[in-house]
C-alpha cells in the first residue's frame, strides 16, 4: 500500500483528489491539507511515500515546499497551469495532471508512481536477524554492534545514527524500515519517525518524551503514541 497525502488550497480540487486516491486499490490517504505549511510537520511525524501537490498555491506554493524538504516523498504535482510542467520535472516529480483531472489520467499518474515505488514497497520484506548483534557497514569498515550496547537510533535522511552506551555514535547508509524489520520488537521499539529505542534502556519518561540523560530527549509521536503506551501499561506495577 503506497501511503499517500494531498496538498492543494482549493477545497472542492482536495476533495476530489482525496477521493480519486481513496478509490484506488493500492493508495492509502494519510491526510490532506490546505497549504503547503500544514503538511510540513505532519510529514515531520509521519512517513509518507507519495504527495499530491498542487502547485499554485499561497504563502508557499508547491514547488517551493517541495524543493525545502530535506527528504521529500515522491510527488505528482496538479495545476491548472501547464507553464510549470518543465519546472516540476526539474525536481523529479513523478508526473504532472493538468486541472480538470479526470480519474484515468489519475489512475494513470497513480500506476506510474507504484512501478516507481515497487522496490521501495518490497525492500527487505524478510529481513532476518538476531537478539544478540548485527554487522552494518560504516566508512568503508564492517563493523559489529551488540544490541545490548545500543541506546537509540535516530534516522537521517537516508542515514542511520546508531547511539550507543559508551562509544560515539556510528553512521550507516540505511533506511530506518530495514533497521524496524531487523531488530526484535520485545528490545526495541519505534516511537517516532526518526527514532528506535532499545526498550532496555528506558529509565525515565516524562512528557511525552523519553529521557536518557539531562541533553537527549527522544519525542514520542502521534503515530506511536498508542503502542508505546501498550508497552507502559503492560509493565506498569500499581
Given at each position: 500500500?503506497?501511503?499517500?497525502?494531498?496538498?492543494?488550497?482549493?477545497p472542492l480540487?482536495?476533495?476530489?483528489?482525496?477521493?480519486?486516491?481513496?478509490?484506488?486499490?493500492?493508495?492509502?490517504l494519510?491526510?490532506?491539507?490546505?497549504?503547503a505549511i500544514?503538511?510540513?510537520?505532519f510529514?515531520?511525524?509521519?512517513?509518507?511515500?507519495?504527495?499530491?501537490v498542487?502547485?499554485?498555491?499561497?504563502?508557499?506554493?508547491g514547488?517551493?515546499?517541495?524543493?525545502s524538504?530535506?527528504?521529500?516523498?515522491?510527488?505528482?504535482?496538479?495545476?491548472?497551469?501547464s507553464?510549470?510542467?518543465?519546472?516540476?520535472f526539474?525536481?523529479?516529480?513523478?508526473?504532472?495532471?493538468?486541472?480538470?483531472?479526470?480519474?484515468s489520467?489519475?489512475?494513470?499518474?497513480?500506476?506510474?508512481?507504484?512501478e516507481?515505488?515497487?522496490?521501495?514497497i518490497?525492500?527487505?520484506?524478510?529481513?532476518?536477524?538476531?537478539?544478540?548483534?548485527?554487522?552494518?557497514?560504516?566508512?568503508?569498515?564492517?563493523?559489529?554492534?551488540?544490541?545490548?550496547?545500543?541506546?537509540?537510533?535516530?534516522?537521517?535522511?537516508?542515514?542511520?545514527r546508531?547511539?550507543?552506551?559508551?562509544?560515539?555514535?556510528i553512521?550507516?547508509?540505511?533506511?530506518?524500515?530495514?533497521?524496524e524489520q531487523f531488530l526484535?520488537?520485545?528490545?526495541?521499539?519505534?516511537?517516532h519517525?526518526?527514532?528506535?529505542?532499545?526498550?532496555?534502556?528506558?529509565?525515565?519518561?516524562?512528557?511525552?518524551?523519553?529521557?536518557?540523560d539531562?541533553?537527549?530527549?527522544?519525542?514520542?509521536?502521534?503515530?506511536?503514541?498508542?503502542?508505546f503506551?501498550?508497552?507502559?501499561?503492560?509493565?506498569?506495577?500499581?
Amino acid at each position: 500500500m503506497i501511503r499517500c497525502i494531498a496538498i492543494d488550497d482549493e477545497p472542492l480540487a482536495l476533495k476530489q483528489i482525496a477521493n480519486y486516491i481513496e478509490k484506488t486499490p493500492f493508495l492509502s490517504l494519510e491526510n490532506q491539507f490546505e497549504s503547503a505549511i500544514q503538511a510540513i510537520s505532519f510529514l515531520e511525524e509521519n512517513e509518507v511515500d507519495l504527495m499530491f501537490v498542487d502547485i499554485n498555491m499561497p504563502d508557499l506554493n508547491g514547488l517551493d515546499f517541495v524543493k525545502s524538504l530535506s527528504n521529500a516523498p515522491k510527488v505528482i504535482f496538479t495545476t491548472a497551469y501547464s507553464e510549470y510542467a518543465i519546472e516540476g520535472f526539474r525536481v523529479d516529480a513523478i508526473d504532472y495532471l493538468l486541472k480538470p483531472i479526470g480519474y484515468s489520467e489519475f489512475l494513470k499518474a497513480a500506476v506510474k508512481a507504484k512501478e516507481r515505488l515497487q522496490p521501495k514497497i518490497e525492500e527487505n520484506t524478510e529481513v532476518h536477524g538476531n537478539d544478540k548483534f548485527l554487522f552494518i557497514k560504516s566508512e568503508y569498515k564492517i563493523l559489529r554492534i551488540n544490541l545490548s550496547d545500543i541506546r537509540f537510533i535516530e534516522g537521517m535522511r537516508e542515514y542511520l545514527r546508531i547511539h550507543l552506551q559508551s562509544e560515539k555514535p556510528i553512521m550507516t547508509l540505511m533506511s530506518m524500515k530495514k533497521m524496524e524489520q531487523f531488530l526484535s520488537p520485545d528490545h526495541f521499539m519505534r516511537v517516532h519517525r526518526s527514532y528506535i529505542v532499545n526498550l532496555d534502556k528506558i529509565s525515565t519518561v516524562e512528557r511525552n518524551r523519553i529521557v536518557f540523560d539531562k541533553n537527549i530527549y527522544i519525542p514520542i509521536s502521534e503515530q506511536y503514541k498508542l503502542k508505546f503506551q501498550k508497552y507502559l501499561d503492560d509493565n506498569f506495577l500499581v
